[in-house]
Nanobody
């Protein structure tokens, strides 16, 4: 069992930066692929970024490529999402997820555990 707790969301202006954190419980965190997803009001949940269990492979949605960076610190059981050059269309609830297959892919159903989400609001 893995429990995930996101933090770092907030209200920012367009062009600003935020760093989201996801703290995981459990001794097997280092074997999990991790991902960030988001859901805006009235829209389906979408993949944002993923990282495999070793941290040497990362994946990004086209909409955030070059602006967002996912990373992990296995010693701290934490995965991060650095978000730069934020846009109003990035406004959403951001969810952290853990994938026991270790892949960190963009396929949501592969993820086994989900956090409660943190709100990110970007004003224009």
């Amino acid at each position: 069992q893995v429990q995930l707790v996101e933090s770092g969301g907030g209200l920012v202006q367009a062009g600003d930066s935020l760093r989201l954190s996801c703290a995981a419980s459990g001794r097997t965190f280092s074997s999990y692929g991790m991902g960030w997803f988001r859901q805006a009001p009235g829209k389906e949940r979408e993949f944002v970024a993923g990282i495999n269990w070793t941290g040497d492979k990362t994946y990004y949605a086209d909409s955030v490529k070059g602006r967002f960076t996912i990373s992990r610190d296995n010693a701290k059981n934490t995965v991060y999402l650095q978000m730069n050059s934020l846009k109003p269309e990035d406004t959403a609830v951001y969810y952290c997820a853990a994938d026991r297959h270790g892949l960190g892919s963009n396929y949501g159903p592969l993820y086994d555990y989900w956090g409660q989400g943190t709100q990110v609001t970007v004003s224009s």
